[in-house]
């Protein structure tokens, strides 16, 4: 029995990512149909994956799992892995400028580091 649970213990999450993936086949069939209007199109598309986006966002907090708020943040090397460094006059020094990669907890462990860019200071003025 405790083989069987095992096996199987991911089956409750991936039945939730088949209902966000029916979303996004329905919203990229809104997308294609011929004829109409293409802005409607567009928009229609962009609902769907909007919708889609707060389901798997809904449906990974019920499985325990939250973002990680980095951008303003002090770097936190057990969180963030740093892509490069920039130059920054309003954000301090080795705190994050942007996030490339949002980063994401499962209870109390981080299941993937944000990918952020970190400050290195006010950019050096030239003297002329």
Known sequence: DKAKLLKYAGENILRELLGSLDNLDRALEQGAVEGGDPAQKL???????????KGLHSMLERFEVKPLESTGQPFNPDEMDALTMEANDEIPVNHVVTEFAKGYTFKDRVLRHAQVVVSSGPAEKKEE
């Open 43 to 53: 928009e229609a598309l962009l609902s769907g994956v909007e919708l889609t986006k």
